[in-house]
C-alpha cells in the first residue's frame, strides 16, 4: 500500500496528487475516497488539479470528464478511461493500493 496523507489532510471537494510509477489522485468527495491514475488518458495533465462535480472530475486541459468510480470518460477528448485503485482508511492515514497496469498497457 501507498501512504497518501492522513486524513485531515484531505477535505471534501479536494484531490492530491500521489507520486507512484504511475502517478494516482486521490480525492475526497464529501467523505467518500476514490483514487483514479492521475494522468488524462487524452494529453498530459493531472486530473488532481481537474474540477469536482460529484463523483467526476474534469481534466484541466481539455475538459474530459471521467468517473471517480469507475474510471470510464464520459466526455471527449479522451476515450479511453483511467484505471481506479483501491483506498483504505486506517489509522486516521489514506493509503492507496496501485493497481498495476495491463500487459502493454503504461
Not at 495533465?45 to 463523483?55: Q, R
Not at 483504505?88 to 492515514?93: K, L
Request: glycine share 8%.
Amino acid at each position: 500500500m501507498i501512504p497518501v496523507c492522513p486524513t485531515t489532510a484531505l477535505p471534501p471537494g479536494e484531490a492530491i496528487r500521489v507520486e507512484a510509477d504511475e502517478p494516482i489522485a486521490v480525492f475526497n468527495v464529501d467523505g467518500d475516497l476514490y483514487a483514479i491514475d492521475d494522468t488524462c488518458t487524452h494529453q498530459d495533465a493531472s486530473l488532481a488539479d481537474g474540477w469536482l462535480d460529484g463523483c467526476a472530475v474534469e481534466c484541466p486541459l481539455h475538459a474530459s470528464c471521467f468517473d471517480l468510480r469507475t474510471g470510464k470518460v464520459s466526455g471527449p477528448p479522451a476515450r479511453t478511461p483511467v484505471r481506479t485503485h483501491r483506498v483504505v482508511v486506517q489509522d486516521g492515514m489514506v493509503y492507496v493500493e496501485a493497481e498495476p497496469a495491463a500487459d502493454g498497457v503504461a
